[in-house]
């Protein structure tokens, strides 16, 4: 039940950012906003445990990332997703690497750019606020 909910929330910001792209900026271009819930195509699944276990976060778009290191997606806060905070472990796709940030807008300390981590380490277990796909 608590999943369904915040899933169902997250689908809701979701699309309220996305629609604020313009469609001219829809093309593969960088650092663009990533929109959340299960729609699309899946660049990261974030899960509440280590090792891919609880409650998870689905972050997509209408593509995947490219093979450059630079940053394909991101999203600069978990807050309204009811996801700060929570992260410690998450399953990548489509080509994305993922960086976990611990402050909202890619600030702090961070981890990554993995494809998969089984768990994000102690300095970073339930602190991510912000995320890339690279
Ligand atoms: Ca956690
Ligand atoms: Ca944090």
């Known amino acids: 039940m608590r999943v369904r909910s915040l899933l169902a929330s997250a689908a809701l910001t979701g699309a309220a950012v996305f629609g604020a792209v313009a469609p001219a900026q829809a093309a593969p271009t960088n650092d663009t906003d990533q929109d959340v819930g299960a729609l699309a195509v899946v ?29 394909d997606w991101q999203l600069g806060s978990y807050s309204s997703s009811g996801w700060n905070d929570i992260v410690s472990s998450f399953l990548g796709y489509s080509d994305c690497q993922t960086r976990v940030w611990e402050h909202d807008n890619y600030g702090g300390a961070n981890y990554g750019a993995y494809t998969n981590s089984s768990y994000v380490g102690d300095a970073m277990n339930d602190k991510t606020s912000s995320s890339q796909n690279s």
Request: proline fraction near 0%; charged fraction near 10%.
């Open 43 to 71: 660049h990261v699944v974030l899960y509440q445990h280590g090792n891919y276990g609880g409650a998870s976060f689905t972050l997509n778009g209408d593509y995947g990332c490219d093979t450059n290191a630079d940053v």
